[in-house]
């Protein structure tokens, strides 16, 4: 219950940083929104019925399973890169100074 909270609060917090005008906050906004992916992806490898990855016995009942931690791991990476990559368009992607908006 405890982690579908956690997701719920890290999603709101995401669409309200994403709705606004300044880029900084759109890339926060996608930060969070990684985040609460990246949990959810967590969630569901199972967290309550499980123990430790590799418990005393290999019985595949009682070791958790490693598919949702490789999916997490990847998301983390990609999330990371798209991060980095926003980050210089928000450096680098000032107003144009030689166009005419009016």
Not at 4 to 27: D, E, K, Q, T
Not at 36 to 43: E, Y
Not at 68 to 75: D, E, S, Y
Request: cysteine-free.
């Amino acid at each position: 219950m405890i982690l579908a909270l956690s997701v719920g609060v890290l999603v709101a917090g995401a669409v309200f940083l994403m709705m606004s005008r300044s880029f900084i906050r759109v890339v926060l906004g996608f930060v969070l929104l990684s985040h609460a992916a990246n949990l959810l992806l967590f969630s569901t490898g199972g967290t309550s019925r499980r123990g430790e990855p590799l418990g005393t016995s290999l019985d595949p009942a009682l070791t958790a399973d490693p598919l949702p931690q490789a999916f997490v791991l990847t998301a983390i990476v990609i999330s990371f890169a798209i991060t980095i990559y926003l980050l210089a368009l928000a450096i680098t992607g000032g107003r144009d100074e030689d166009g005419d908006d009016a």
